[in-house]
């Protein structure tokens, strides 16, 4: 089966967002664990290393139908926050961006009636719905929880949680 340039590229593309990705939640684990927010570091090395498994899941079906996949040099990641609040926000905008881009192929996959690619996609069209509740759920627990030192320290103990649930480990 032969991929169109049009659906080359976008694959492409999603390749290197998802590697932005893991970029970007490896610079937030990094600024979390330096901070003082463990639960929040870990949580964000788990994300960061999902993020990579999807962006090889893509490089695997790309090489599979003999397009080399064209691994991107990435720009560097915002590297510091003003509050574990903006960083949890930065990270569901990019989520948001990643749905859009994944919505976007579905679309010139339909449109190509390029099936073989319309079926890999629906793999991330139910991914992006979970972890852009993963973190609609987090923010949430600002309000919830409160802001100050304590509620910060519980959002911190809910995020530690988070990162060993095993239904995080499937994702
Ligand atoms: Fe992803
Ligand atoms: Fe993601």
């Given at each position: 089966?032969?991929?169109?340039t ?8 999603q ?27 870990n949580?964000?090395?788990v ?20 397009t ?94 988070e990162?060993t ?7």
């Amino acid at each position: 089966m032969k991929l169109s340039t049009n659906m080359k590229k976008a694959l492409n593309d999603q390749v290197t967002l998802e590697a932005s990705a893991s970029n970007s939640y490896l610079a937030m684990a990094s600024w979390c664990q330096v901070t003082g927010y463990r639960g929040a570091a870990n949580y964000f090395y788990v994300q960061s290393d999902e993020e990579r498994t999807h962006m090889l899941k893509i490089v695997h079906y790309l090489n599979s139908l003999g397009t080399i996949a064209t691994i991107p040099a990435t720009r560097a990641p915002i590297s510091s926050y003003k509050s574990l609040e903006v960083l949890i926000q930065t990270a569901l905008k990019s989520e948001q961006a990643v749905t859009k881009a994944i919505h976007n192929m579905v679309e010139i996959a339909q449109k190509e009636k390029d099936h073989s690619t319309y079926v890999f996609l629906e793999w991330f069209v139910n991914e992006q719905v979970q972890e852009e509740t993963k973190f609609e759920t987090i923010l949430q627990k600002f309000d919830l929880l409160g802001r100050d030192k304590l509620g910060i320290n519980e959002i911190d103990k809910f995020l530690a949680a988070e990162a060993t649930a095993p239904a995080d480990a499937a994702a």
